[in-house]
């Protein structure tokens, strides 16, 4: 994995669990590679990844006890969120402050909405209790902690059948004293209740994000706990043996300890492990800057990538009421990868709107019962059916042919909606395969216009079981220059697991100008943050001289109400480094905002350190000698194409016999067993060394 850590390994297993198929990367030592795909087992995720990682250790020919890391991604804090579906949940908040959880900002997304829809709060109002205590601003006891009157609360919680409390006392990022008395107290009083304390999980101001923060951590952390301890069991009953660890939303990877501690940090799981895959493969292939487009079964994910890695956010939303409305969502403070993601999936299902027009998504039929194509119950019409319909598909070879798709089933799917609309079932399909890509190219224009950057210059990294499919319409839409499609995109996201290095990201609020920063305090508090993250990358068997530490600011204007992250010197910081700082700010404001503020001075809100450890050294698949890959043609099938002027023989190519320089004229399809390429008619395709293809639209860049 890493210098100095776990050397004795033999293989390294990436296990994506999404919410319709679940992925799974082996390399082993000698560069052997297993790819895995198989449908998610929807009420114990764990069950299919059990399967999937017994039949891949079989075919690499991995024996029991042979020693390897697996590392993994899963959606499931996310949907314990989505479903309000954790257990039993309380807050303990400054008396007070109980309601800063319901009342949040003074932000509204909508102006003239006068009837605004919020998420409900993780923890209802006769679940959050005033806790006699106050510290100043500056850290100080204005009032004890009453610990006589916290007692009888939490004994009181115990016996109401609370399963975890969130702690979140006003300032207690400054000093953090009182929350740690609280928690010493609930041991005592309640040990089986879990507890979250504001002071570990976010200490930064902002009271409304940081005991939403809190409390979303509280709310998941049973969950994932029982989740992750299941998933040990049943890999070491497939045959695995060595250690597991998890992908953080940062697009760092933890140990199974640090997770179950931090849930929250794995919102954005599986999301930020594709975009780690597109920044490799997407680099190795000589694009730095690039836009990833990662569609599976149920969403599709979008993330700029600029000078060879996403772009990282700290703070993001979950369970949106308006999709695309920022300030509709519960925050979360953490690190995460800065993206977008919508319900655009192949599962993703069409109906016919109130107003008599066609729709799709964002509701998904998953995996449980799936397509109608899929022969499993779904009866309701999705883009996988409409792409198996319009013939990009090959029915008897979905998942390699391990599935075989209904076409019949798909037809009179098709048909619900085909038929009130007075079309076709193939312009019907058609219809839906068009609105999905429109769907994703305006998320990505949204995504994209946001971060100040032009669509018409990003390469667009297609991977996803369905990204390939709908790569080529997407980057028509987007007038991208070109598509870059890896092999083995189908698993793409299971890729970026194993390229992901241990890391860990914390933060800490201490306000300070610039101009009159105490830099002795900055430096002790930085060095305390740096402290705390090798201890916890220590603990994942990380030695001291393979951590490297980054370290940032986050700064404004005096008197602004957002902050940029500037990035630091190394070292003690000093006054002669006050223009440096000033420099690198202005850098990144120009960058984001194309111009500069007002003359005033600068202050700091918080402070940030990235600890990590290398990078593993993955050699993705290159060109095999011998002979080009003529043969690699399979045949023709009718296949549609609207500027062809409807169905039309195309060329059908086996995409693992292709090699390096290899030219593939559009229309065409070019099949591996977890995904297919569509090429239009404009399209030109071309087979680099490491075995991507780069299609070119209308016949060359644009």
């Known amino acids: 994995m890493a210098r100095g850590a776990h050397p004795e390994q033999q293989y390294r297993l990436g296990v994506d669990i999404g919410g319709t198929f679940t992925d799974l990367l082996l390399i ?9 795909k198989t449908l998610t087992t929807t009420v114990d995720p764990s069950r299919g990844a059990e399967t999937a990682v017994a039949g891949a250790l079989r075919e690499a020919g991995v024996g029991r006890g042979e020693r390897g890391v697996l590392v993994h991604a899963t959606t499931l804090a996310t949907n314990a969120i989505l479903e309000r579906s954790g257990p039993p949940t309380a807050l303990l908040a400054t ?8 009342i949040g900002r003074e932000h509204r997304f909508d102006l003239y909405d006068l009837n605004l829809e919020f998420p409900r709060p993780l923890v209802p109002r006769h679940l959050r209790f005033d806790v006699p205590e106050r510290l100043a601003a500056s850290g100080a006891i204005v009032r004890p902690l009453d610990e006589d009157y916290l007692r009888r609360l939490v004994a009181e919680l115990r016996e109401k059948g609370i399963r975890a409390i969130a702690v979140c006392y006003l300032h207690s990022y400054r000093n953090p004293i009182h929350e740690r008395r609280t928690a010493e107290i609930i041991a005592e009083v309640a040990p089986e209740i879990r507890v979250s304390l504001s002071a570990d999980v976010a200490p ?4 409304f994000q940081r005991a939403s923060t809190t409390a979303a951590n509280a709310y998941v952390q049973e969950r994932i706990a029982g989740y992750l301890g299941g998933l040990r069991r049943r890999a070491r009953a497939a045959g695995f043996a060595g250690e597991i660890f998890v992908m953080l939303s940062s697009g760092g990877i933890g140990t199974v300890e640090t997770a179950v501690r931090f849930p929250v940090r794995l919102l954005e799981s599986g999301p930020a492990a594709g975009a780690l895959a597109a920044a490799a493969l997407g680099g190795r292939a000589g694009f730095a800057d690039l836009l990833s487009f990662d569609m599976g079964g149920t969403t599709a994910k979008l993330c700029a990538i600029q000078e060879g890695a996403p772009l990282k956010v700290h703070e993001f939303e979950v369970d949106r009421v308006y999709r695309f409305r920022r300030g509709s969502g519960l925050p979360v403070s953490i690190s995460v990868t800065d993206m977008i993601e919508i319900g655009a999936g192949g599962g993703s299902i069409a109906r016919i709107s109130a107003l008599g027009t066609l729709g799709v998504g964002p509701a998904s039929a998953g995996a449980d019962p799936g397509p109608a194509c899929y022969g499993r119950g779904g009866r309701e019409p999705t883009v996988t059916d409409s792409d198996l319909i319009l013939g990009y598909l090959d029915p008897d070879y979905f998942l390699g042919g391990q599935m075989r798709l209904d076409v019949a089933a798909a037809h009179r799917a098709l048909s619900l909606v085909a038929g009130p609309l007075g079309l076709t079932a ?3 399909a058609w219809g839906i395969h068009q609105i999905v890509n429109e769907h994703m190219a305006n998320a990505a224009r949204t995504h994209l216009g946001d971060r100040g950057v032009d669509p018409r210059r990003m390469p667009l990294f297609a991977f996803g079981g369905a990204g390939p499919v709908h790569a080529y319409r997407v980057a028509e839409l987007l007038r991208a220059p070109v598509i870059i499609a890896p092999p083995g995109a189908g698993v793409g996201s299971a890729f970026g697991l194993l390229a992901a290095p241990l890391a860990f990201d914390l933060s800490r609020s201490g306000y300070g100008r610039l101009d009159a920063l105490d830099w002795g305090t900055a430096t002790a508090l930085l060095d305390e943050l740096a402290a705390e993250g090798r201890a916890l990358l220590a603990e994942a068997g990380l030695q001291a001289d393979a951590v490297t530490v980054q370290r940032s600011a986050e700064m404004r204007y005096l008197g602004q109400g957002h902050e940029v992250t500037v990035p630091l010197p190394a070292g003690r910081l000093e006054g002669r480094h006050e223009q440096q ?14 111009r500069l503020g007002p003359g005033v001075p600068l202050e700091i809100v918080n402070w940030r350190v990235t600890v990590s450890g290398p990078r593993p050294a993955l050699s993705g698949p290159r060109a ?24 039309v023989e195309t060329a059908v190519y086996d995409r693992y016999a292709l090699r390096a320089g290899d030219v593939v004229p559009g229309p065409a399809i070019l099949e591996e067993r977890e995904s297919t390429l569509v090429l239009g008619p404009g399209g030109v395709g071309r087979v680099d060394e ?11 860049p644009r």
């Open 690 to 700: 490491h075995l991507n293809v780069i299609v070119e639209l209308g016949g060359g």
């Open 204 to 207: 930064e101001i902002r009271e």
């Open 624 to 647: 095999a000698p011998g002979a080009s890959g003529g043969g690699a043609r399979k045949g023709v099938r009718t296949a549609y194409f609207h500027e062809a002027g409807g169905f």
């Open 581 to 594: 700082i000033v420099e690198a700010f202005e850098r990144v404001y120009r960058r984001l905002y194309s």
């Open 95 to 102: 008396a007070g402050f109980r309601d800063a959880l319901e």
């Open 28 to 36: 082993a030592a000698d560069g052997r590679t297993v790819i895995g």
């Open 426 to 428: 193939e312009q019907a």
